[in-house]
């Protein structure tokens, strides 16, 4: 095992607070508290529909799961997936992107959220010159934790699977990524501790930092 050429990081959660996402449902009358039901619901739709062969986008995805979850209309929904477009990074995102910058590591993201979505919360966070591209799993159809969505990636930056990493604050993206031969870094957001039943990733970390940490003494 050695230090990775490339850092991939998770967009939703990992980088970026969900916390407008919350507020949009509050303002209509709907529990914050609703929100990780929804998103888990969207996780789900989407890599149901991956495993069974249908393409679905991650907008399509998470306003389905609001027609499940809510009474709220097409209009109210719509209004809701907009917020993912006003994100901006949890306050430990930058200096993490700097300390890899500073070793000489790429740094990518890679979600199976809308294009756009990374894009437009690193700009509002002022760190998008420390990400070198953008991934978004859309354009290949395949939502995480799918093998193709990791292997896309690392062809996309020129470098073998075991020369990528991915930091993400879900256990399922961290062992999709593991499964497909990259090395896999995890650390605590909405997660209190990596899921018991998968086996354990390369790097486990208690925060951010810590994870970053780990990858560079690879």
């Not at 809701?80 to 901006?88: I, S």
């Not at 896309?152 to 930056?157: F, I, L, N, S």
Request: hydrophobic share 50%; glycine share 10%.
């Amino acid at each position: 095992m050695s230090r990775p050429e490339v850092v991939a990081f998770d967009v939703n959660e990992t980088l970026l607070d969900l916390s407008p996402v919350a507020a949009a449902l509050v303002e209509l009358g709907r529990p914050a508290h609703l929100l990780p039901t929804v998103f888990g619901r969207t996780l789900h739709t989407g890599a149901a529909a991956t495993v069974a062969g249908v393409r679905l986008t991650f907008r399509a995805a998470f306003e389905s799961a609001l027609a499940q979850l809510t009474d709220l209309s097409d209009g109210e929904r719509a209004r809701v997936a907009d917020t993912f477009l006003e994100l901006v990074p949890h306050p430990d995102v930058e200096p993490a992107l700097r300390r890899l910058a500073a070793a000489g590591v790429r740094v990518v993201t890679l979600s199976h959220g809308s294009p756009g979505v990374a894009e437009a919360g690193l700009e509002r966070g002022g760190i998008a010159p420390l990400v070198e591209r953008t991934l978004s799993s859309e354009t290949v159809h395949a939502w995480k934790p799918s093998r193709e969505a990791y292997l896309w990636a690392a062809g996309v930056c020129d470098v073998p699977p075991g020369r990528m990493a991915l930091v993400a604050a879900h256990g399922w993206d961290v062992l999709g990524a593991e499964r497909a031969g990259l090395t896999g870094a995890w650390f605590p957001r909405g997660e209190r501790v990596y899921p018991p039943a998968f086996p354990a990733p390369t790097v486990l970390a208690g925060d951010l930092a810590g994870a970053v940490d780990a990858l560079l003494a690879l």
